[in-house]
């Protein structure tokens, strides 16, 4: 299972939006024949870092699974523009993200 992963930066004050847009509109913006599951998840502490919680921002990553890494580049050339423009429209443009391909042994 090959899995890509993009994480975003996310102002804290705008996390339950972020939740609702991923778990929404991104999801539908997202789909593709070849996805097999989709997952949003969150950093939910530092081990160590007791203000964690305080900090302004926070890390959420939207996790698409694919059976293989060439089903993962052809999302990518195919699908992942239109999800960053939905990210455009929800938060601006140039969104603090990265993103990397994953695989689960």
Not at 9 to 32: H, M, N, T
Not at 42 to 62: L, R, Y
Request: with cysteine; charged share 25%.
């Amino acid at each position: 299972m090959y899995i890509f992963n993009i994480t975003y930066v996310i102002p804290s004050k705008r996390k339950d939006s972020f939740i609702e847009w991923a778990k929404g509109e991104a999801r539908l913006v997202a789909s593709s024949e070849k996805l097999r599951d989709y997952k949003v998840l969150t950093v939910a502490a530092i081990p160590g870092d007791k203000d964690f919680a305080k900090q302004d921002e926070k890390n959420f990553s939207v996790q698409l699974y694919f059976d293989s890494i060439s089903d993962c580049r052809q999302w990518n050339e195919h699908t992942f523009h239109s999800l960053m423009e939905a990210y455009a429209k929800w938060h601006g443009p140039n969104p603090l993200f990265f993103a990397t391909i994953l695989k689960e042994f």
